[in-house]
């Protein structure tokens, strides 16, 4: 399985960004995709996480109301729609999939740099 992240960049407080994670390989519809986040210092966190049909969603406490992870248009995509963005939202991005009797995300992209202004 490879995942590959894309759509970060800079915007300004209250701005939107959406990311998205596009999946190649042997996917499984009883897989379960999440985006974490990492800050600058700062341990990598969840952020949100969505099974494949894209019916169960689950949000970090911190972005709930805010963002809403998705499946995308693309085939075996999944976005991350950030809205009200504040600067403490500023990290690296990294999708993440795993089946669902795994507890443990296996498959990482890359990351992708949001930056979010004051």
Do not use: H
């Not at 995942?3 to 970060?8: N, R």
């Amino acid at each position: 399985v490879q995942l590959q992240a894309s759509g970060g960049g800079l915007v300004q407080t209250g701005g939107s960004l959406r990311l998205s994670c596009a999946a190649s390989g042997r996917i499984f519809s009883n897989y379960r995709m999440a985006w974490f986040r990492q800050a600058p210092g700062k341990e990598r966190e969840f952020v949100a996480s969505i099974n494949w049909s894209g019916s169960i969603a689950n949000y970090a406490d911190s972005v709930k109301g805010r963002f809403t992870i998705s499946k995308g248009n693309a085939k075996n995509t999944v976005d991350l729609l950030m809205n009200s963005l504040k600067p403490e939202d500023t990290a690296v991005y990294y999708c993440a999939g795993r089946p669902i009797d795994v507890a443990k995300y296996d498959y990482w992209g890359q990351g992708t740099l949001v930056t979010v202004s004051s």
